[in-house]
């Protein structure tokens, strides 16, 4: 089975810039998590949908952060504007009702 | 809320050798599952062995073994004939086998593996 697809695989901005990741999780797995993940650390779960509405978002700043999941398949994360302390890996993640979840590559941004 | 501890952030091991990274977690849950995700410099999280709670047997996969202490909440991964491959982070993560949870996974901070050739 073909994989969690990310992207991009690398991005840089600068502060106050926006950006947004992509996440297109495997097919039939009707829950989808984004991780954050800083240098050094464990990855922080921002937010998780099952099908296409929200079950967790308690850990979202949601005054610069947005997800949305249309459709409920694949899914988008912005970030406007950046912070410098949003540099991070962004991880998508996605499972079946049971565990375990599956990653994808992530996403590695970079904020000046 | 759960908590997930690494107490190692850096180990090292020899090539071939065995190397036993901990973990502990603290719940009030009875049903719920461990996991050890490795991670490389690719970034992509990989699932290296799961347990299950309810289970008294300890996981074995391959090279890959767990030590699972319920009532001590620990949870600890022993990687035998360590090989270069291996080299990676190590992140222990608890996850509530109750829906009121959302199945939410909790990750420790991580433990650093460097295999020696």
């Known amino acids: 089975e073909a994989g969690v697809a990310q992207s991009p695989r690398y991005k840089i901005i600068e502060k106050r810039q926006s950006v947004a990741f992509w996440c297109n999780p495997i097919?039939?797995?009707?829950?989808l998590y984004w991780y954050q993940q800083i240098l050094g650390q464990g990855p922080k779960l921002l937010i998780q949908?099952?099908?296409?509405?929200?079950?967790?978002d308690s850990q979202l700043p949601k005054d610069r952060f947005s997800a949305e999941r249309l459709k409920g398949v694949d899914s988008t994360l912005k970030i406007q504007p950046a912070k410098l302390e949003d540099s991070a890996v962004y991880l998508c993640?996605?499972?079946?009702?049971?565990?375990?979840?599956?990653f994808g590559n992530g996403t590695r941004l970079t904020v000046t | 809320a759960q908590t997930v501890t690494q107490s190692q952030p850096e180990m090292s091991v020899q090539e071939a050798e065995t190397v036993t990274l901990s973990c502990t977690y603290d719940?009030?849950?009875?049903?719920?599952?461990l996991f050890w995700y490795k991670q490389p410099p690719s970034r992509q999280m990989i699932l290296v062995i799961r347990?299950?709670?309810?289970?008294?047997q300890n996981a074995t996969e391959n090279r890959f073994s767990v030590n699972f202490q319920k009532a001590a909440k620990s949870f600890s991964l022993k990687i035998s004939d360590s090989q270069l491959g291996d080299a990676a982070m190590y992140f222990c993560?608890?996850?509530?086998?109750?829906?009121?949870?959302?199945?939410?996974?909790?990750f420790g901070k991580g433990t650093l593996l460097t295999v020696n050739p």
């Open positions: 993640a996605s499972s079946l009702d049971v565990p375990p979840l599956h």
């Open positions: 097919s039939g797995h009707a829950t």
């Open positions: 949908f099952q099908n296409n509405g929200v079950v967790d």
């Open positions: 719940t009030s849950e009875s049903d719920y599952y």
């Open positions: 347990q299950e709670a309810y289970k008294q």
């Open positions: 993560a608890y996850r509530s086998a109750h829906r009121g949870s959302n199945y939410k996974l909790t």
